[in-house]
């Protein structure tokens, strides 16, 4: 069971960037797919979370009507659409999975069971 994350870069402010959370082993669409995000020096911070087959989305209020969680189920990836990146989005982000038997709390990163590895996001003003 491992998922991926994906699609980081160094972009300038007001840009957009897609990022990918891709699984093997396990069935994306079976979980709460989560993403997280980590700026230097700071505390993870959850950012955005869709339930178990993609039912309903949630998002951070720092990010809301900026970025976009949705699935291609058939390449078993999640994305994070992210436009209008600014500064403060720079960080670390992850992508997460949670049991949609157990999780309770979606925004909690304790709550999620498998992570992937992090993907960059610089952004420059």
């Known amino acids: 069971v491992q998922l991926q994350a994906s699609g980081g870069g160094s972009v300038q402010s007001g840009e957009s960037v897609r990022l990918s959370c891709s699984g093997s082993?396990?069935?994306?669409?079976?979980?709460?797919i989560g993403w997280f995000r980590r700026a230097p020096g700071k505390e993870r911070e959850w950012v955005s979370t869709?339930?178990?087959?993609?039912?309903?989305?949630h998002y951070a209020e720092s990010v809301k009507g900026r970025f976009t969680i949705s699935e291609d189920i058939a390449k078993n990836t999640y994305y994070l659409q992210m436009n209008n990146l600014k500064p403060e989005d720079t960080a670390v982000y992850y992508c997460?999975?949670?049991?949609?038997?157990?999780?309770?709390?979606?925004?909690?990163?304790?709550?999620?069971?498998?992570w992937g590895q992090g993907t960059h996001v610089t952004v420059s003003s």
């Open positions: 997460a999975a949670a049991d949609p038997w157990t999780v309770t709390l979606t925004h909690e990163a304790y709550e999620y069971e498998y």
């Open positions: 082993g396990m069935n994306l669409d079976d979980y709460y």
């Open positions: 869709i339930s178990a087959r993609g039912g309903t989305t």
